[in-house]
């Protein structure tokens, strides 16, 4: 279980870029192909830019072409939650946060590739990538958890 983390508005204004409040805190959307993670390959974890928290493996990365990183799978199912987003005039959609947080962290959609048939759509600005490596010094993560997909059955 992880601890919640609970900041004031001020608080995330402080230790969130400009960008990353608009998306993380007021649920807006980057544009697409403009964040830093939708041409990235390198192995690792992708966590939550405004807790920690980690949310998806670089195995479950795929490129749908729509301009924002997709994962077909979190790294852990509670780790991000699903809300139901009514923003949108033509569709109801479904919102993902971390479960952390409560940070915006981008949608999904029923349009993935197997095994899942997911695609979590996710905004850059959302997200710090800690490389494999990273994970492996500081002990955060057992080299097992790399080798696996995310959320393949075993």
């Keep these: ?19 990353q409040y608009r998306v993380m805190r007021q649920g807006e959307t980057e544009a697409p192909f403009s ?15 405004g807790c920690g928290q980690t949310l998806f493996a670089s195995k479950a990365k795929f490129d749908p072409g729509t301009g924002w990183p997709s994962f077909w799978a ?9 809300h139901e987003d009514r923003s949108s005039f033509l569709r109801i959609r479904t919102e993902v946060a971390c479960d952390r947080c409560g940070a915006h962290l981008g949608h999904v959609f029923d349009d993935g590739p197997p095994p899942t048939g997911l695609r979590y759509s996710i905004n850059s600005a959302a997200l710090a990538f800690e490389s494999e ?22």
């Design 1 to 19: 279980m992880h601890d919640r983390v609970y900041k004031t508005d001020d608080e995330w204004r402080q230790d969130l870029t400009p960008e």
């Design 74 to 82: 979190p790294i852990r199912s509670g780790h991000v939650s699903h």
């Design 133 to 154: 490596e990273q994970f492996m010094e500081e002990g955060f993560l057992e080299e097992q958890a790399l080798e696996e997909d995310a959320g393949a059955p075993a």
């Design 35 to 49: 964040g830093v993670f939708v041409d990235h390959h390198a192995r690792g974890i992708y966590c939550c830019a």
